[in-house]
């Protein structure tokens, strides 16, 4: 069942704030792989896909949207650099954690100001799969357990930039690692040994 969550912007500050903290948890706990700009339901809304199968429609552009989850994790989008040193533009991957590395790809044809493209998260239990679409500059790609979703991109282009979003995201974790690595503190280290070789059930 579709979940709507909306900014309810009639109340106090301090109920949108929450409201917007929960949703941006949410995004964190359950693994968000997805946002895409929707308009089907009437507004310049984002769509929502999690890895457990589920999405849900937030009552928030996608680029705020972004921009707040980005925010949440403390970090700053307009000084974002990659692992080579060089600033992130808006086609570029762009990781916000250790389980976020984003590529953008366009999902609709522009309107207006609204955004065209989606996010899509590279860091992800599953394989991203790319198919041919309805024309040779169109793809579906296919993620989880939901249904194809067309890309405005020829397959080629997709999965050369998935390519190297996966490569950014490496870069990314080996750069924490070894971070980690040469701070010599062995309760750091003891975390991380633990991390790598036991999980929750």
């Known amino acids: 069942m579709e979940t709507v969550y909306d ?12 409201e917007r903290e929960y949703v941006l948890q949410d995004c964190m706990v359950r693994h968000l792989w997805c946002m895409i700009p929707d308009y089907k339901s009437g507004g310049n809304v984002t769509k ?9 429609l937030v009552h928030r552009p996608m680029l705020r949207l972004f921009y707040d989850l980005a925010k949440y994790l403390a970090v700053d989008l307009r000084a974002l ?4 040193g060089q600033r992130a533009s808006y086609n570029q991957p ?29 860091v992800v239990p599953f394989t991203y799969m790319v198919s041919h679409g309805p024309t040779e500059q169109q793809c579906y790609i296919h993620g ?15 999965r050369r930039k998935l390519d190297a979003a996966m490569m ?7 750069r ?6 040469m701070c010599g503190n062995p309760d750091v280290l003891a975390e991380l040994y633990i991390a790598c070789h036991f999980h929750d059930n």
């Open 81 to 84: 650099h990659n692992t080579m």
């Open 94 to 122: 762009r990781t916000l954690a250790v389980n976020m590395t984003w590529i953008p790809f366009k999902t609709r044809k522009p309107v207006g100001k609204d955004g065209a493209y989606g996010y899509f998260n590279i």
């Open 144 to 158: 989880g357990h939901t249904e194809p979703i067309l890309l405005l991109h020829p397959p080629t282009y997709v």
């Open 176 to 181: 924490i690692l070894e971070y980690m690595r």
């Open 48 to 56: 929502c896909y999690y890895a457990d199968g589920t999405d849900e």
């Open 7 to 18: 900014e309810h912007t009639n109340v106090s500050s301090y109920v949108v704030d929450d």
């Open 168 to 174: 950014e995201h490496r870069r990314y974790v080996r």
